[in-house]
């Protein structure tokens, strides 16, 4: 059973940096693709990073330059790390995973078969 579990989400003030992870367990597909998405209140969930099991990483628009996404093969941890934080950046912050190599642009929701619950990123001015 595969399961993802983020943590590491908090309070934290503009221009400060944190780092989220997404404990996986019972993922054993050799081609994947991985990810981070968040929703804010009101607004549409959004791709913010991706990456592939070839190594290859995308990043959203609206976060490229700031965030790096990055795994830990041991133990299997996904990790988001945020710098330079807004207060657009508030969200719950949720990974997923697809057992294929990422496709089409890379942050198809329907693509992703496997989900965590999140973690809340809270970014105050």
């Known amino acids: 059973q595969v399961q993802l579990v983020e943590s590491g989400g908090g309070s934290v003030e503009a221009g400060q940096s944190l780092r989220i992870s997404c404990g996986i367990s019972g993922f054993s597909y050799m081609n994947y693709c991985m990810a981070w998405f968040r929703q804010a209140p009101g607004k549409k969930r959004e791709g913010v990073a991706a990456l592939g099991s070839d190594g290859t990483v995308r990043t959203g628009p609206s976060v490229s330059g700031r965030f790096t996404i990055y795994k830990s093969n041991s133990p299997n941890t996904l990790f988001l790390k945020m710098n330079d934080l807004t207060p657009e950046d508030s969200a719950m912050y949720t990974c997923?995973?697809?057992?294929?190599?990422?496709?089409?642009?890379?942050?198809?929701?329907?693509?992703?078969?496997?989900w965590g619950q999140g973690t809340q990123v809270t970014v105050s001015s």
């Open positions: 997923a995973a697809d057992a294929a190599h990422c496709r089409g642009d890379w942050f198809v929701e329907a693509y992703f078969g496997f």
